[in-house]
Nanobody
Framework: QVQLVESGGGLVQPGGSLRLSCAASGSIIFSINAMGWYRRAPGKQRELVTSITTGGSTNYADSVKGRFTISRDIAKSTVYLQMNGLKPEDTAVYYC??????????????????WGQGTQVTVSS
């Protein structure tokens, strides 16, 4: 099995900061390609916030550029999201994503998408 476990959400005032973490684990993991963060705000569709490749290339939604920073510890299979200058419109459930190739019984899988359980981020005074 592959598990993504998130932590770090919570309530913060506008202008504040939070750091999210997501650790991937599972005995069948062969490799992890891109990792990233999505979010779903109330009444809206899930959207990509940011992603990072194994080579360190990053991609950010325009709405978070300059405020959010994604980083990754490949050895720990962990991705981080540092969120600064938080705004009320950043309020959402944040989901970790990883594209994972597994190895089971001598077979390598194609890359598959795995998701964390979600962590609530609320920005309010």
């Amino acid at each position: 099995q592959v598990q993504l476990v998130e932590s770090g959400g919570g309530l913060v005032q506008p202008g504040g900061s939070l750091r999210l973490s997501c650790a991937a684990s599972g005995s069948i993991i062969f490799s992890i390609n891109a990792m990233g963060w999505y979010r779903r705000a109330p009444g809206k569709q899930r959207e990509l916030v940011t992603s990072i490749t194994t080579g360190g290339s990053t991609n950010y939604a325009d709405s978070v550029k300059g405020r959010f920073t994604i980083s990754r510890d490949i050895a720990k299979s962990t991705v981080y999201l540092q969120m600064n200058g938080l705004k009320p419109e950043d309020t959402a459930v944040y989901y970790c994503h990883a594209a994972v190739r597994t190895y089971v019984s001598g077979n390598y899988s194609p890359l598959r998408d795995y998701w964390g359980q979600g962590t609530q981020v609320t920005v309010s005074s």
